[in-house]
């Protein structure tokens, strides 16, 4: 057996985070020690991202930047694992020689094996040579909120996208694991539930079973709270919208990605729905829960977006005023149909779409946050400010790292724990207050 320090860097998506979260608990689970300072690593593990290009050169340039921790004397061995490795094994194994093992995604259960044989002295290719696997985890996450992913894989095909091509096709994770593994996180303020698609756990089985996921994992006592990603807009019905306003455990919260709002663009995104039906969601869910905060991205630069298309984008975040919103300029991905459209916008021009969206975000956003001013809102501390002059938190309309925060003053306040905070400002994506006393 190896007795090793390891060590791991991350990068990409909070589904990505909790397989590299699963290769830590095979690390433990065999009794080795885990290092957070990846220099102090004799194993390092890159868990890495492929989504886009840009992540893709990211990955790469990791794995090469940790080769040069070798001359150290201290590292001995590089284990590549993630989407760059599922979907690029047979360009990456003979040309990227600093690494010494690959994994997949979902090969966390075959590591030790292969580290054997890489100290035996061999290149390992181990791709896709288990299946999943429900290894206990080590969370990287704060105590305080933790991510269950409910299922992989995606049975949507949008035009963009190389995840089915990553991960294949949609699997719902089996329940009673699910609700294990809820159970073994121990005490948890916020569990924020992930997949590519939420929204259709089950629907690989032949029937819908997402509420009464919810339902069961709401029943648990460790679990304080459930906030949920990732739901595509026509898979939201009226029994999930009546669960997320009648179950005092799901927060009022919804990340909806929508990818733009005009039809045309829709259609030749491969999206189901258009800007009609979303009108139509968003008008029934603030009527049956009116604290509700939706989140959204949109992806702008599409091949043949014209200018007209680009000002409805903007008019229609005037118009629907989401709490948080996420704009990302159209990344030409080769094996993706979008690929082969004409039409390509140039790289100027999708950046400066996208600053245009981001202002009017913006704008929308300092609107949303005013109404707060003067309030009570309750905040899950997440620790000292960067500042040190006093603490950061997240109300329940700000989903962990990827929206805005609540910077507040108080005697004292402990990460995890919530306090009622007064709101005496707000900025473009940002509350400021202070806690009334313990």
Not at 169 to 189: H, W
Request: glycine share 8%; charged share 30%.
């Amino acid at each position: 057996m190896l007795h090793k320090k390891f060590g791991m860097i991350s990068l990409g998506c909070d589904k990505n985070r909790v397989d590299g979260e699963r290769l830590l608990g095979e690390i433990r689970a065999r009794g080795c020690e885990i290092v957070t300072d990846p220099a102090e690593a004799e194993i390092l593990i890159v868990n890495t991202c492929a989504f886009l290009n840009a992540a893709r050169e990211e990955s790469i340039g990791e794995i090469i930047a940790a080769n040069g921790w070798r001359e150290a004397g201290k590292l001995e061995k590089i284990v590549v694992s993630g989407c760059l490795s599922e979907r690029f094994i047979d360009e990456l194994f003979p040309s990227l020689t600093e690494a010494d093992v690959f994994l997949g995604t979902g090969d966390a259960a075959a590591l030790f094996s292969a580290l054997e044989r890489s100290y035996a002295g061999e290149r390992v290719n181990a791709v896709r040579v288990c299946h999943e696997s429900f290894t206990p985890r080590v969370v990287s996450t704060p105590a305080h909120y933790k991510y269950l992913k409910i299922a992989d894989g995606c049975f949507n095909h949008c035009t963009y996208c190389l995840i089915p091509k990553i991960r294949g096709k949609y699997r719902s994770y089996p329940e009673g694991e699910l609700l294990n593994e809820a159970a073994s996180l121990g005490e948890t303020e916020e569990l924020v539930l992930v997949a590519q698609d939420t929204t259709r756990y089950g629907e690989d089985g032949g029937e819908n079973k997402f509420v009464a996921l919810l339902k069961k994992l709401s029943a648990l006592d460790n679990i304080r709270h459930i906030r949920i990603l990732y739901c595509y807009p026509e898979k939201i019905t009226d029994d999930l919208i009546e669960e997320i306003a009648s179950n005092d455990k799901i927060i009022k919260y919804l990340d909806i990605p929508l990818q733009h709002s005009e039809n045309r663009i829709l259609k030749l995104m491969g999206r189901r729905g258009g800007k009609e039906e979303y009108l139509t969601l968003f008008a029934k869910l603030r009527k049956r829960i009116p604290e509700i905060a939706i989140r959204t991205t949109f992806i702008t630069g599409f091949p043949s977006e014209t200018e007209e298309e680009h000002e409805a984008l903007k008019a229609f975040l005037r118009e629907v005023k989401f709490e948080n919103a996420g704009f990302f300029a159209y990344s030409r991905e080769e094996d993706t149909p979008a690929y082969r459209m004409t039409g390509q916008i140039k790289a100027g021009v999708k950046r400066r779409r996208q600053r245009e969206l981001y202002a009017v975000q913006e704008a929308v956003s300092r609107e949303n946050l005013r109404k707060f001013v003067g309030k009570r809102l309750s905040i899950v501390c997440e620790g000292i400010d960067g500042e040190g002059t006093g603490f950061v938190g997240r109300a329940y309309f700000q989903a962990p790292e990827i929206d805005g925060r609540v910077y507040f003053t108080a005697a004292r306040a402990e990460e995890g724990k919530r306090y009622e905070v007064i709101v005496e400002k707000a900025d473009t994506y940002d509350l400021y207050g202070r806690a009334e006393e313990l």
